[in-house]
């Protein structure tokens, strides 16, 4: 077949949750099929990225996103002078409207429209409509999150009125607009059973139903990724997300104010490291010895601090879809704690592949036994190697897309 994917970030180099759950999809797809890849990019990323992706797609066509804070306000106010999310609004852009049409207009008959994720969905609608005169190509959306639900519960958690109240505001918007686009498309994937759930609990509420034509998980390629050689004297609890992320500054802030001084008294040589571009600023006024605080910003190899990590965090109070984080942890060898809401979606097992707990004494102390119990912290990170190999190899588990590529009512 003749796919067009669609995807809002360029799905390499693998150093976010969306970029590696396209970037396994679109190899997948590609290893039987002719896959035209539009996508936007922004000033990070590189050409070598881009001729990477070209040596298994047959075309990668790109469209540039332009992020400012003057634009976010103007959108800001769009969004609340009418019913579309904030964050859609503002990746509505008149370049790639363009690219789609542009798309359209070629000779390629193209059988599939993918959108990856939510915001990608009205382009991929686009081209159904201006394609349709020729031959209409089956719609496919790839649901990586129950994105309402990060809004509600970031609103939750949110102790500024204002904040709070916009961020209710687009979760409401945001739960109506994705039970609409969800109905319009042909076929949807969802990442995790809890995602699909909520979004349906949302329609139930008008009386409608969204389709599911499975659950496909987010997955790495574990096969080709040796775990990570750890020094038996690491002292490193390390974070690796990126910042830019709300619910991932919430948790970082979170775990650094409540939880990691309980730590420090009984680990006094601990190192909490934070990877990952855009870190928040508050970081730096809680207090933390500077010799028990790293901030790195973006790195583009972690390799050398997960040598020295003795505990791998995810330590999320909001959020959806699934945690690459934890299956990225796995996939290295490295003991994870996590959070209920981090290990949302993913087969958690407490005890088995990863230490859970919510509260912040709980959380501490589930650090502090990885700390002290060699045997605990080898049998952690031994059966979270395992449940990656089994459970979310990419080579296995994406053969279900040619099911759904194929069933047509």
Not at 217 to 232: H, L, M, N, T
Not at 352 to 375: G, Q, Y
């Amino acid at each position: 077949m003749n796919i067009l994917f669609l995807t809002q970030v360029l799905p390499f180099p693998l150093d976010a949750g969306p970029k590696a759950r396209a970037y396994y999809v679109l190899r997948a797809l590609a290893q039987r099929h002719e896959v035209t890849l539009l996508s936007f990019v922004r000033s990070t990323d590189t050409p070598s990225a881009l001729e990477h992706l070209r040596t298994f797609c047959a075309d990668v066509r790109t469209v540039q996103m332009t992020r400012s804070r003057l634009r976010d306000a103007g959108y800001m106010l769009k969004s609340l002078a009418f019913s579309r999310p904030f964050i859609i609004e503002r990746d509505a852009s008149a370049d790639m409207n363009r690219a789609i049409d542009a798309l359209a207009e070629t000779d390629i008959p193209f059988d599939v429209v993918h959108a990856d994720q939510l915001w990608m969905a009205p382009y991929a609608l686009r081209f159904c409509a201006t394609a349709s005169q020729r031959r209409r190509p089956l719609s496919v959306l790839d649901q990586h999150n129950a994105v309402f639900m990060i809004l509600q519960r970031m609103a939750e958690g949110e102790r500024n009125p204002f904040k709070r109240a916009l961020m209710s505001l687009e979760a409401r918007k945001l739960a109506v607009f994705e039970v609409k686009t969800c109905r319009a498309f042909d076929r949807v994937t969802w990442v995790t059973q809890e995602d699909f759930d909520a979004v349906q609990t949302q329609a139930a509420r008008v009386g409608v139903q969204i389709p599911s034509d499975g659950v496909l998980p987010i997955c790495g390629d574990p096969e080709a990724i040796a775990p990570i050689v750890r020094s038996k004297n690491g002292r490193r609890v390390t974070f690796l997300g990126g910042l830019h992320y709300p619910p991932n500054a919430q948790g970082i802030v979170w775990f650094a104010r409540e939880i990691f001084p309980q730590v420090l008294r009984a680990v006094p040589d601990a190192i909490l490291t934070v990877i990952g571009k855009q870190p928040p600023s508050e970081l730096a006024t809680l207090g933390i010895p500077s010799l028990n605080l790293e901030v790195t910003g973006y790195v583009d190899d972690p390799t050398p601090y997960l040598a020295e990590t003795a505990v791998f965090i995810v330590p999320l109070l909001a959020g959806g879809g699934m945690r690459v984080k934890i299956i990225d942890g796995w996939t290295w060898g490295v003991p994870i704690v996590s959070t209920t809401v981090g290990a949302e979606g993913v087969a958690a097992e407490h005890g088995v592949n990863l230490l859970l707990a919510d509260d912040p004494s709980a959380f501490a102390r589930a650090v502090i036994d990885l700390f002290v119990e060699p045997t605990l912290n080898q049998r952690i990170a031994t059966g979270g190697r395992s449940t990656v190999l089994e459970r979310y190899n990419w080579r296995a588990i994406y053969r279900d897309w040619e099911r759904i590529y194929q069933r047509r009512s």
